[in-house]
């Protein structure tokens, strides 16, 4: 409490507010103290969880919460101004019309409707030409966030130790040997005048019984024979010893498939579809991308949604990925985790759009924006800022984690979809 009154006082010696009858505050005539009224600004106010959260159950309308709330109430104190709130009907940050004019918040700051807008918002070279925007107060980035993959059984998993070009080299050699092996035992008992038997059969079975760890009771006659027994023995007890270690680490260790990680995946795949946020800076610049796979994502996406927090439960349950900011994330999956103690949500390794500025918008040429600029600087450097933020996100770190920190002891028991494909295999050799 002492550090944050020291601050407050450094803001009011850097910005040196005085009274003044244009700014409102106290005016001192022969000694008598004269109260004059404040002006009173309007602001224009977005919900952005976890910047900015709207309270509706207060007797004025509405009021907001959260960092830029606090913000709000240093700029009201230091700046001498009361204020009134404003939004838009569909809470949306605005983008330009065929027309020239502009929705949402940004269109009210262009019209001079409002002084400022509370909502942080990201900064382009096109939102610069309707507005002022102050020094950034947040960095950020933009990912995918998605319903959060899980540990499944694969039918298939018996094949997964080896690659397929192994898989094919060891059928080679297998073919390979039962041919050689036949050509040599059936010369070897030519050259010694013995009875000249069929042995393709029982060579082919031996060579699959040795390959497999099972016993045999043929093993041929001769020297050269059995030393390609000698071979195929050793090589059988390496690749068998290599196989049952990889299988059983990866049945009861099994990685998890995650198909998307990236822009490209997202456009690549067609399981789950995906949604843009309306009115956002990511739809313009989708919208606007001149490179394939930004036109790809955003011809191909099935709709636009309100917000990421608004919509973080029909994203865990698997309706659409979407793209947002990454502290947005964090804050829907510091909530999940909270409420249900484990993690439905997962965000992309790869960023879709980095170092993001975010600033809040002034009316154009406004007389407040050089001592907000001040104002802010300084709760930076004290780091204010940061923890205002800090506070509204916990418990998001435990989500943060790759999907296979899950399981808790990182063994699985074997289920009976575990060994389904390795039945199967067993079935079709009998």
Known sequence: MFAYTVIVFQLLRFTRIRSS?????????KGKKIMTLKP?????????????????????????????KELLNIFTKL????YKLVRTADNLWGGPLPNGSWTGMLGILKRQEAELSIAPFFITPQREEVCDFTIPVYIDNQAILMIRPTLQSDVSGFLKPFTMEVWLLIVASLISMVLVMNFIVNLEHKIHGDDNGFFFSKISLWILKALTQESSEWLPTKDAGRFLVFIWLMASFVFMSCYSGILTALLTVPKVDIPINSLSDLARQTKLPWRLEAGSMMYS?????????GKKVFNEKIGTFQDCWEDRERIAAGEFAAICDTTTMMKSMSWDFSKTGKCHLYRSREKVYTNGILSVAFRTKSSYLPKANKIILTLKEAGIMDKWLRDQMANSSQCLRPPTADRTGGIQPLDFESF????LLLLGGK
């Open 79 to 82: 700046l001498n101004f009361d």
């Open 21 to 29: 009858s244009s700014m409102g505050g106290d005016l001192t005539r």
């Open 40 to 68: 009173v600004l309007t602001i224009a106010a977005g919900e952005w969880v976890p910047y900015t959260k709207f309270n509706e159950d207060v007797p004025e309308g509405f009021t907001i919460e959260g960092p830029m």
């Open 285 to 293: 610049f989708f919208e606007e991308s001149t490179e394939e796979l």
């Open 420 to 423: 389904t494909g390795s039945f």
